[in-house]
């Protein structure tokens, strides 16, 4: 039988949890998590999107994104707004101060790959990219 920790899965949590860990300090600064940060980005590149599609493009079940809206609205980053086209919907936005947040915390992504593949090479990073993106077709 194969060990867990051998598996792709595994290593590919592994993976993100290392980016967690990098994140975390900047995040915890301003009393959120690298996947409220995950959800404010989402929202800020598709500004208007239910809480469904949001759900959907950020592959977490509807509960868990009422609840990180909760917390991200009581933080004034982000706002609901009784969508146009089916009032049972709300549209979701960010505030100007959840744009601020993105914008001056986008880098802490960036940074926290870079650490991640220092000791990777261009090369061997372009595999790995080219091989993740085939896996996410």
């Not at 595994?10 to 290392?18: H, P, S, T």
């Not at 590149?45 to 949001?54: A, R």
């Not at 991200?72 to 505030?95: F, I, Q």
């Amino acid at each position: 039988m194969c060990k867990l920790n051998n598996t792709i899965c595994f290593k590919l949590m592994f993976i993100r949890d290392k980016i967690h860990e990098y994140a975390k300090p900047y995040f915890q600064e301003i009393g959120i998590t690298y996947g409220n940060y995950i959800t404010l980005l989402l929202l800020y590149e598709n500004p208007g999107i239910t809480q469904v599609q949001l759900s959907e493009i950020n592959h977490k079940d509807k509960n868990v994104i009422v609840q990180t809206l909760d917390k991200l609205e009581e933080k004034n980053y982000v706002k609901r707004e009784k969508s146009e086209n089916d009032r049972r919907a709300y549209a979701l936005y960010l505030t100007k101060k959840g744009e601020e947040v993105v914008e001056k915390y986008w880098n802490i992504v960036i940074d926290a790959e870079k650490n991640l593949f220092k000791d990777i090479s261009d090369e061997e990073l372009a595999l790995f990219k080219n091989v993740i993106n085939k896996l996410c077709i």
